[in-house]
């Protein structure tokens, strides 16, 4: 069934480039953005429909041929659908809102070090001092910064520690198995900042150690 499957596909150019292209999607958006899957999903579907949408009216002239789609007019169809659906992704609303709520408490620190530490690891995505970086006005890297800091705040926000905040508990164990900040968020050299050395780390995580309410 798997195999029938890609035969019909491997024989078929057009169809070929498409899997790829589905793929390459796949990729970036999860792995160089962190565009969550559903997201993922709607724009790669988008683009495909808009893709054989423009390929059939751009060869509507023509008669209806058997064999393979001529692979010219099926790669310039894709490249314009990506500029539609590009543009048409600016319309969409959710992403653009850039608020920053007021800080209304803090932990207590352990000491400077560790909250400055924090601010450069952590900040972006969980307090209300988020610095939104120029790509997050363009969708749909918005989509994808938004929906870090909405869910990084929803499970602990340093900015609002007059609220329970459920996980900060797990910030040290989070830290020291490397699961935050998360492996896209300093991916090709992006936030150079947020990276730590050996040295930092072992600063922030004596820190978040010695302040109240940040680990087990
Ligand atoms: C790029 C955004 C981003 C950055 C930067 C970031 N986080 Fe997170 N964090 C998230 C998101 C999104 C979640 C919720 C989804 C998840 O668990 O992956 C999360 C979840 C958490 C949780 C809850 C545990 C869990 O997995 O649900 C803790 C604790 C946490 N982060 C601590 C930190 C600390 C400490 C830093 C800095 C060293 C940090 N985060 C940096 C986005 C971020």
């Known amino acids: 069934m798997v195999s029938r499957f890609l035969q019909v596909v491997l024989a078929n150019r057009a169809l070929s480039i498409g899997a790829i292209g589905l793929a390459v999607g796949f990729l970036v958006g999860a792995g160089l953005i962190g565009l969550p899957p559903p997201f993922m999903l709607v724009l790669l579907i988008a683009f495909g429909l808009v893709t054989w949408a423009v390929y059939r009216w751009r060869t509507r002239a023509l008669p209806v041929r058997p064999g393979p789609a001529p692979m010219r007019t099926v790669l310039s169809s894709a490249g314009i659908a990506a500029l539609l659906v590009f543009a048409a992704a600016q319309a969409?609303?959710?992403?653009?809102?850039?608020?920053?709520?007021?800080?209304?408490?803090?932990?207590?620190?352990?000491?400077?070090?560790?909250?400055?530490?924090?601010?450069?690891?952590?900040?972006?995505?969980?307090?209300?001092?988020?610095?939104?970086?120029?790509?997050?006005?363009?969708?749909?890297?918005?989509?994808a910064v938004t929906k870090h800091v909405d869910d990084g705040r929803s499970k602990v926000n340093y900015s609002e520690w007059d609220r329970p905040q459920r996980d900060a508990d797990e910030s040290f164990e989070e830290v020291e198995n490397g699961s935050m900040p998360p492996g896209y968020y300093t991916l090709g050299g992006l936030h150079a900042d947020a990276r730590l050395t050996d040295e930092e780390m072992s600063t922030l995580l004596a820190g978040l150690q010695a302040t109240p309410g940040l680990s087990d």
Do not use: K
Not at 117 to 139: G, K
């Open 92 to 143: 969409v609303p959710y992403g653009r809102a850039h608020a920053n709520p007021p800080v209304t408490a803090e932990p207590d620190w352990a000491n400077a070090e560790t909250r400055a530490l924090m601010v450069r690891a952590c900040f972006d995505c969980h307090s209300n001092e988020v610095e939104w970086p120029w790509y997050s006005n363009i969708a749909p890297f918005s989509w």
